[in-house]
Antibody, heavy 122, light 110 residues
Framework: EVQLVESGGGLVQPGRSLRLSCTGSGFSFRDCGMSWVRQAPGKGLEWVGFIRRTTYGGTTEYAASVKGRVTISRDDSKSIAYLQMNSLKTEDTGIYYC?????????????WGKGTTVTVSS | QSVLTQPPSASGTPGQRVTISCSGSSSNIASNFVYWYQQLPGTAPKLLMYRNNQRPSGVPDRFSGSKSGTSASLAISGLRADDEADYYCALWDGSLRAWVFGGGTKLIVL
């Protein structure tokens, strides 16, 4: 069964950092790109950024709203993607989902994890 | 304010057919594949439609997708109470190098 499991969420003070992890199983992790999508309480979905599969250079793209504060990386040997978030703001509060995409020649964001909750508050 | 515009809400009675629209522009919808996601209350989003009109395995054929010009639509026929959810359209904009989501439509089954 294809599965993505996020971890690392929690309560953090404004200005601090947090690293989220996404562990994939049931598929060839190295052959897929991975995205992070977040959802503020009661709001819609917002794409945060993604990392291409290693064979495509493992390069990253980020939403303008978070660029410069977040870094996405991957460890294919452990089937884990990371989202490093710095200088956290209260508006970063929400559920963070990890998604799988671009396992072939199409963008196809097809599998989502259950999410991990981040609360930024003093 | 998303570049993909969806109605905030839609409604229908059991058995009816409802349509949810997603409006964009020549630079996004017209040029890229559209995806639809269903988010049931308290759960993670789930892929409902990919590449405009393709259903993943397990998605009933009551759900269908279409695209024409700068708009896309998700149609649900034979509406059921458990279709009540939030529905999002999305696309990968190659020129922006970013995923773009619509604001979401809350479907209410009366």
């Amino acid at each position: 069964e294809v599965q993505l499991v996020e971890s690392g969420g929690g309560l953090v003070q404004p200005g601090r950092s947090l690293r989220l992890s996404c562990t994939g199983s049931g598929f060839s992790f190295r052959d897929c790109g991975m995205s992070w999508v977040r959802q503020a309480p009661g709001k819609g979905l917002e794409w945060v950024g993604f990392i291409r599969r290693t064979t495509y250079g493992g390069t990253t793209e980020y939403a303008a709203s978070v660029k410069g504060r977040v870094t996405i990386s991957r460890d294919d040997s452990k089937s884990i993607a990371y989202l490093q978030m710095n200088s956290l703001k209260t508006e970063d509060t929400g559920i963070y989902y990890c998604t799988r995409e671009q396992c072939d020649d199409f963008p196809d964001m097809d599998v989502w994890g259950k999410g991990t909750t981040v609360t930024v508050s003093s | 304010q998303s570049v993909l515009t969806q109605p905030p809400s839609a409604s229908g009675t059991p058995g009816q057919r409802v349509t949810i629209s997603c409006s964009g522009s020549s630079s996004n919808i017209a040029s890229n594949f559209v995806y639809w996601y269903q988010q049931l209350p308290g759960t993670a989003p789930k892929l409902l439609m990919y590449r405009n009109n393709q259903r993943p395995s397990g998605v009933p054929d009551r759900f269908s997708g279409s695209k024409s010009g700068t708009s896309a639509s998700l149609a649900i026929s034979g509406l059921r109470a458990d279709d009540e959810a939030d529905y999002y359209c999305a696309l990968w904009d190659g020129s922006l190098r970013a995923w773009v989501f619509g604001g979401g439509t809350k479907l209410i089954v009366l």
